[in-house]
């Protein structure tokens, strides 16, 4: 039985700083070879895997069917980190046309890694929404999967401009032997630049009520809750007031406090 606790809370520990170590390697440290970083990624996919069944997820054999919706549902919300953890070593988009067409395909592959991300985490917000229907936090949950239903297809297309428009803007000016974006391309950086202002910002939201809705149901702790909520605002605020500037605003840190309350979740679907 103890070494049954030891491994839940190595899995818990392992799980809870991928996303610290995979953001500070992917800003500190920049891109690297994909020989070096597809490698460690894939076997840190078996590793978060591991980790997600050791904590909880293994309830899924089990005949308890309401701990297995729980379990799934929180999975639903891990998936997003294990996939972009492999931008730990992408590093930061390249910052110059050269950059983009140099490395292409592996930014065509991050986007839509997002993208897939993003997907998920509706999916995890709807099994979440199902799951509090009949509870004491059933009001919070439906304003928290409203908000992901409307800022999720904003996220999908943000980053289907990233994967698909950009490279090709880039490969024409490389080809063309043009240094300066065109004039054309201002209005249309301009209107993704607000369109994902405005789809990050509801992510926070909508992650401030689905912690709420978790608090009321008793699926959370208020500490918990309230840790959730306070960062979920303090994200929506960021990005508000500093826009670009803020680093709330990089694609997957909406994805973040989701994550975090999955592993919550996990462990207590798998406590007996």
């Not at 994909?34 to 895997?49: E, S």
């Not at 919706?69 to 492999?86: E, K, N, R, T, Y």
């Not at 509090?132 to 936090?137: F, Q």
Request: aromatic share 14%; with cysteine.
């Amino acid at each position: 039985m103890e070494s049954k606790l030891i491994k839940r809370n190595i899995s818990q520990v392992y799980l809870s700083l991928v996303p610290v170590l995979a953001s500070a390697f992917g800003l500190g440290v920049g891109y690297i070879s994909y020989k070096i970083y597809l490698p460690i990624w894939i076997i840190n996919v078996c590793l978060m895997l591991t980790a997600s069944w050791t904590l909880g997820l293994h309830v899924i054999r089990s005949d308890d069917v309401e701990k297995k919706h729980f379990a799934i549902a929180a999975f639903f919300l891990i998936v997003p980190w294990i996939l972009v953890s492999m931008f730990f070593g992408l590093g930061p988009p390249p910052q110059s046309p050269a950059g983009w067409v140099a490395t292409a395909t592996e930014q065509e592959i991050r986007y839509i890694m997002l993208v897939i991300a993003g997907v998920f985490i509706a999916v995890g917000f709807a099994a979440l929404r199902e799951k509090l229907k009949n509870t004491a936090g059933s009001f919070y949950a439906m304003l928290g999967f409203s908000a992901i239903l409307i800022a999720i297809p904003l996220f999908i297309l943000n980053m289907i401009f990233w994967s698909a428009y950009l490279p090709e803007l880039f490969k024409f000016m490389e080809a063309s032997g043009i240094e300066k974006r065109p004039e054309w391309h201002n209005p249309v950086r301009e209107q993704f630049n607000l369109l994902a202002l405005v789809e990050v910002s509801i992510t926070y939201l909508a992650t401030a009520a689905i912690s709420a809705a978790l608090r009321d149901a008793g699926w959370l702790t208020k500490i918990a809750s309230r840790i959730c909520i306070i960062v979920s605002l303090l994200g929506f605020l960021a990005v508000v007031f500093l826009g670009h500037s803020s680093p709330f605003i990089i694609p997957a840190f909406p994805f973040l406090v989701p994550y975090y309350i999955a592993i919550i979740l996990l462990r207590r679907a798998g406590n007996s």
